[in-house]
């Protein structure tokens, strides 16, 4: 028998088998399908409606090197949106733990998803939940597409347009971690380099007092002046020249050395002074780090379960379980009945035998 005859013979035997079994396959048909409206209803599934919420990462720069910074260079500009590193370092943090705790603590989700603190495993069942409830996923634009399912639609709403907020607000606090403890470390060299000048101004002060400006220019200006007064053999004007002259050569030393450091202070100050600027707009100011493209909004109809699709692939499955029991059935029922006929031929042989 060829494939074809085989196809045939196979085809033409289902049909048969259909046809006399068309009576209990129609009524189990029907109660599957019963069966499938009546467990696919709200009494024994849970609607669940869907919201969903798009959003871009925006750049991850830091404010001040942007913004403020001449020296920085950068190919990343503060418009970039939905770049490749930026899209994943989002999924990162949403799928954290920071973000995760944050939205069951808002929301009370724990109470919200009937899971009782006193459970076995509370916790777990609660994350399985939320996983399954909560999805991010990265769209082929390099966006982000945040879907909740919820019992309640109103609330399935609010927490994908939160979700935005609270990544937002928890980008922020990581990198405000990072820029309080720059900003407090530059802060300090700042405040320790203004203190050590103000040391030396009250330095240079003293010894102004003490008749020293300017150790070299003074120094200069006496001499000549000592020259003058011995040419005119003014005894007393040497001598009061002379004086300051002593004094000049006793603190002249400590003024020019306080006056390089003064100069260098300065020029590290100058430095100093940018880098605090720069850290602390980065510790104080912040800048959004989502774009929202489509907000979610509450859903009119639900979206699980979807009931014609539960009562199309039971009835199909059911169908399909029938064909295969029904066929075995017969095949049995065929096999059996082939061995009696065979047992009732080798008896009735063996009498036959016995009687000759």
Same mark, same amino acid.
């Given at each position: ?124 069942? +609660?994350? #399985? ?5 909560? %999805?991010?996923?990265? =769209? @082929?634009?390099?966006?982000? *597409?945040?879907? /909740? ?121 100058? +430095?100093? #002074? ?5 850290? %602390?707009?980065?510790? =104080? @100011?912040?800048?959004?780090? *989502?774009?929202? /493209? ?63």
């Amino acid at each position: 028998m060829d494939e074809k005859t085989h196809s045939t013979y196979s085809s033409k035997y289902l049909c048969r088998l259909l046809v006399n079994y068309r009576k209990p396959i129609l009524i189990i048909l029907v109660l599957a399908a019963l069966c499938a409206i009546i467990f696919s209803s709200p009494f024994f599934i849970t609607p669940l409606y869907k919201s969903t919420t798009v959003i871009y990462p925006t750049s991850s720069n830091s404010i001040s090197k942007v913004l403020i910074s001449t020296t920085y260079q950068s190919e990343k500009d503060i418009m970039n949106i939905g770049e490749d590193e930026q899209t994943e370092q989002m999924l990162q943090v949403l799928n954290s733990n920071r973000v995760r705790d944050k939205v069951i603590n808002r929301f009370n989700l724990m109470e919200h998803y009937e899971i009782k603190a006193n459970s076995k495993y509370p916790i777990t069942k +609660l994350n #399985k939940l939320y996983d399954t409830r909560i %999805k991010f996923r990265r =769209t @082929e634009y390099n966006a982000v *597409k945040i879907t /909740v399912l919820d019992s309640d639609a109103v609330l399935s709403a609010r927490i994908a347009n939160e979700i935005a907020e609270i990544f937002d607000s928890t980008m922020n606090q990581m990198q405000k971690e990072v820029a309080i403890q720059a900003f407090r470390i530059v802060e300090q060299e700042y405040n320790a380099l203004c203190a050590e000048m103000n040391m030396l101004e009250d330095s240079l002060n003293t010894l102004r007092k003490l008749g020293v400006f300017d150790y070299e220019s003074q120094v200069e200006m006496l001499s000549r002046q000592m020259a003058v007064e011995l040419g005119k053999g003014n005894t007393q004007g040497v001598r009061n020249i002379q004086e300051q002259l002593d004094v000049l050569a006793e603190y002249g030393g400590a003024s020019y050395a306080i006056n390089e450091r003064l100069d260098n202070d300065r020029l590290q100050l100058s +430095l100093v #002074k940018s880098k605090y600027e720069e850290a %602390k707009v980065d510790a =104080t @100011e912040f800048i959004p780090h *989502k774009f929202v /493209v489509t907000s979610a909004f509450q859903a009119e109809r639900k979206s699980y379960p979807v009931r014609w699709i539960i009562l199309v692939v039971t009835v199909l499955s059911t169908f399909l379980l029938l064909i295969f029991c029904i066929v075995i059935y017969d095949r049995s029922k065929d096999f059996f009945r082939h061995e009696a006929e065979k047992e009732t031929a080798s008896k009735e042989k063996t009498k036959l035998l016995r009687k000759e």
